[in-house]
């Protein structure tokens, strides 16, 4: 089936401006991921949903990002103010808890590329 | 909160050889270590999970393995190919219902023909 996808691929914008970055999840997967990737580091964790709610916002930087998922699929990074720090890679990945096997596994989409210049 | 740490950085090897990448965390109540592949301009891509109730786990070429008490897991690749050069990373989570993932710095594999 088809798996996580975000949108735009890549986003080149200037300092100063608002940007949106979208994820649509695997359908059916309740809990959602975002993460920062920049260049030759990993995934730094950001903020993650179940269902609609943002159940921990703890890595987001400050109060110039936010996310939300009205209607508990699809997620919308959003980020004001934009400043070249924020050029980075940013992941979504979409996970199912299973309880029979009582263990949750999290995939990821290709990522937005944003550049500020 | 929790730290991993991820060693080599860069690994090269021929073609057939192995390879093992390592990674430490810091955090005991830690219980899942995933490993992901991600190639260039790509997501990273699950390939092998261990939960801490097991130390072992093989898929045909990929195995990782997981010594809770020095809090160190392994990633070892055997008979390597030009198609496994990628980045790897370590992960690290509480195991729950959700958790979030703490990653290495990931390492570069170069698999020369």
């Known amino acids: 089936g088809a798996g996580v996808s975000q949108t735009p691929s890549n986003k080149v914008t200037e300092k100063g401006k608002y940007v949106e970055l979208r994820c649509d999840p695997i359908?059916?997967?309740?809990?959602l991921y975002w993460y920062r990737q920049s260049l030759g580091q990993g995934p730094e964790f950001l903020i993650y949903?179940?269902?609609?709610?943002?159940?921990?916002d703890s890595g987001l930087p400050n109060d110039r990002f936010f996310a939300v998922r009205p209607e508990g699929s699809v997620s919308t990074l959003k980020i004001q103010r934009t400043e070249r720090g924020d050029s980075a890679v940013y992941l979504c990945?979409?996970?199912?808890?299973?309880?029979?096997?009582?263990?949750?596994?999290?995939?990821f989409g290709p990522g937005t590329r944003l550049l500020v210049l | 909160g929790e730290n991993v740490e991820q060693h080599p950085s860069t690994l090269s090897v021929q073609e057939g050889d192995s390879a093992v990448i390592k990674c430490t965390y810091s955090?005991?109540?830690?219980?899942?270590f995933p490993w992901y592949k991600q190639e260039l301009g790509k997501g990273p891509q699950l390939i092998i999970d261990?939960?801490?109730?097991?130390g072992e786990k093989k898929d045909q070429r990929i195995a990782v393995t997981l010594n809770k008490t020095a809090k160190h897991f392994s990633l070892h690749i055997t008979e390597t190919q030009p198609e496994d050069s990628a980045v790897y990373f370590c992960?690290?989570?509480?195991?729950?219902?959700?958790?979030?993932?703490?990653f290495g710095k990931g390492t570069m594999l170069l698999v020369s023909p």
């Open positions: 990945a979409s996970s199912l808890y299973s309880p029979t096997a009582g263990e949750e596994t999290q995939y």
């Open positions: 949903f179940q269902g609609t709610g943002a159940a921990d």
């Open positions: 359908s059916g997967h309740t809990a």
């Open positions: 992960a690290a989570s509480i195991s729950g219902r959700y958790s979030t993932l703490t």
């Open positions: 955090d005991s109540a830690s219980n899942y």
């Open positions: 261990i939960r801490s109730n097991v």
